[in-house]
């Protein structure tokens, strides 16, 4: 049985920073690719960023650019997403999603293309 935990979230000034952390069980994590997602109250799942199985290649939606990094530890079996210069509108539940990483390219921007999720964590920014 596959799971996919998020971690990390909580209430946050604007300005601060947050680790955010998916431990996976379950599953070969090396032979899936990651990704991050985010939905906030009354909007749809956005792309937030993604990584390769192997780690070396990411890529990032334009709104998170320079301010989020996506990583991995395969030995751990956790994927990780820091998020700096926190902004009232990143406000959202976040989402870890794993793609198998045979199918497609390494990162997609469509949440149907994605194998499993976990149950998201709360990220709150507050002005």
């Known amino acids: 049985q596959v799971q996919l935990v998020e971690s990390g979230g909580g209430l946050v000034q604007a300005g601060g920073s947050l680790r955010l952390s998916c431990a996976a069980t379950?599953?070969?994590?090396?032979?899936?690719?990651m990704g991050w997602f985010r939905q906030a109250p009354g909007k749809e799942r956005d792309f937030v960023a993604a990584i390769s199985s192997s780690g070396a290649s990411t890529y990032y939606a334009d709104s998170v650019k320079g301010r989020f990094t996506i990583s991995r530890d395969n030995a751990a079996n956790t994927v990780y997403l820091q998020i700096n210069s926190l902004k009232p509108e990143d406000t959202a539940v976040y989402y870890c999603?794993?793609?198998?990483?045979?199918?497609?390219?390494?990162?997609?921007?469509?949440?149907?293309?994605?194998?499993?999720w976990g149950q998201g964590t709360q990220v709150t920014v507050s002005s």
């Open positions: 379950g599953l070969i994590f090396s032979k899936y690719n």
């Open positions: 999603a794993a793609r198998y990483y045979r199918i497609g390219n390494y990162y997609s921007l469509r949440v149907s293309d994605y194998n499993y």
